[in-house]
């Protein structure tokens, strides 16, 4: 059987990291696309030779020309610009949708049967115009956001409780903003609801709030310390987990930015909302009981990525 094609658009921070993961991992051969030349190039060759040493067998190779992502069985997009400290992710709105037009149109052009993981920000708003600047079909495209934001969720409550992350089941919903939901109702520690662990721990109900907001500020964090760039290991880690669930046909059911249509009272919008991953691609929306505090977090969520989605529709007028 050929191996599989990882096409990852965009060769920077997070476009290397995914390479050299989806390399390890022998996920298939890679190609990397980027606008800068020479640098895709470089780094499929510098990737290439930790083949020997890890031992993996993956042919990276490097490219300019969207005529190279031909056959791809998965796309992964980080094309356009990270945040600086003190923005925030909707400050990249017009120059990054600039970026997903011609991404879009590259890959309905090249590579119109992939599935394809959007990872640019502003997240939620950026995937809708992708998707319909590539005119796939809404189960092929789907955006990163909810796996990475549960992580750093699980990340900061297994520190707080001093147990293994392997044990905390966090979960994120909403849009991929300072607005994004953390529901803690839903999150446990193998089955122990949160609230009750954080009893037995005598972990205060303010403690576990500070954990929320440190969860929703957690990407902007790390731009203040990194100075230059943002995050890019544990995004990576997480569209490769999304990308595996789509090979492998795994039917996991992660929170992503996935299209939602008549579920959560939601006519026709990207946001985040745990999703059945498999062969199909987005397969099926899971919609679970919210509390009424809960829905009116997601309302005012959903109701952000509206007005980015409006702004893009101001911005360029293909977009309806
Ligand atoms: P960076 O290292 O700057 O890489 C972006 C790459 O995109 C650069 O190599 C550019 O040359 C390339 N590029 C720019 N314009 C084009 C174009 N038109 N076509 C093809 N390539 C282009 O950034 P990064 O890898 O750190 O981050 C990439 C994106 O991911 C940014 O928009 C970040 O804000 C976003 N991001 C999202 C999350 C989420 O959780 C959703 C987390 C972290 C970063």
Wanted: hydrophobic share 45%.
């Amino acid at each position: 059987m050929a191996r599989k094609i990882i096409a990852l658009i965009g060769s920077g921070m997070i476009g290397g990291t995914l390479a050299h993961l989806a390399a390890k991992k022998e996920m298939g051969d890679i190609v990397l696309f980027d606008i800068a030349e020479g640098m895709p190039q470089g780094k499929a060759l510098d990737l290439s030779q930790c083949g020997p040493v890890e031992g993996f067998d993956a042919r990276i190779t490097g490219t300019n020309d969207y005529a190279d992502i031909a056959g791809a069985d998965v796309i992964i997009v980080t094309a356009g610009v990270p945040r600086k400290p003190g923005m925030s992710r909707d400050d990249l709105l017009g120059i990054n949708l600039k970026v997903m037009k011609q991404v879009g149109e590259g890959i309905k052009a090249n590579a119109p049967d992939a599935f394809v993981i959007c990872i640019t920000n502003p997240l939620d708003a950026m995937v809708w115009a992708l998707r319909e600047f590539s005119g796939l079909p809404h189960n092929k495209v789907v955006g990163m956001a909810g796996v990475l934001d549960s992580a750093r969720f699980a990340t900061f409550l297994a520190w707080e409780f001093d147990v293994s992350v392997k044990d905390v089941n966090a979960f994120v919903l909403g849009g991929h903003g300072d607005t994004m939901v953390p529901v803690t109702s839903y999150t446990t520690i193998n089955g122990i609801p949160v609230k009750d662990f954080a009893k037995i721990k005598g972990v205060s109900e303010d403690r576990i709030d500070a954990i929320v907001d440190r969860t929703r500020k957690g990407g902007g964090e790390i731009v203040g310390l990194l100075g230059n760039g943002s995050a890019y290991y544990a995004p990576a880690t997480s569209a490769i987990a999304m990308a595996e669930a789509y090979l492998g046909d795994q039917k996991r059911v992660l929170p992503c930015a996935s299209y939602v249509e008549g579920k959560y009272g939601l006519d026709g919008l990207y946001v985040g909302v745990p999703t059945v991953i498999g062969a199909g691609g987005t397969e099926e929306v899971i919609e679970i009981d919210l509390s009424d505090e809960e829905k009116s977090n997601l309302k005012v969520s959903t109701d952000a990525v509206e007005e980015l989605l409006e702004a893009c529709k101001g911005l360029d007028s293909s977009l309806t």
